[in-house]
């Protein structure tokens, strides 16, 4: 997928949301888990906002 058409493919970033949430459980260091956790929220929020903008509603 190229530039802006992964904003139109949220599956895309819920993948990446849970895969990331994965590596993540298996971090002992407290700091660099949080930073995991923190870039799966980041998909998390792609994620919806490309259904948004998929169901042309983007704010």
């Known amino acids: 997928m190229a530039g802006s058409d ?3 493919h949220p599956e895309h970033w819920r993948e990446r949301a849970k895969e990331t949430i994965a590596m993540a459980r298996n971090v002992q260091e ?4 949080e930073r995991l956790l923190k ?8 994620a919806m906002r490309g259904a948004r903008l998929d169901s042309g ?3």
């Open 6 to 8: 992964l904003f139109m």
């Open 30 to 33: 407290t700091q660099t888990r």
């Open 39 to 46: 870039v799966a929220r980041s998909y998390e929020r792609l």
């Open 57 to 59: 509603s983007a704010a």
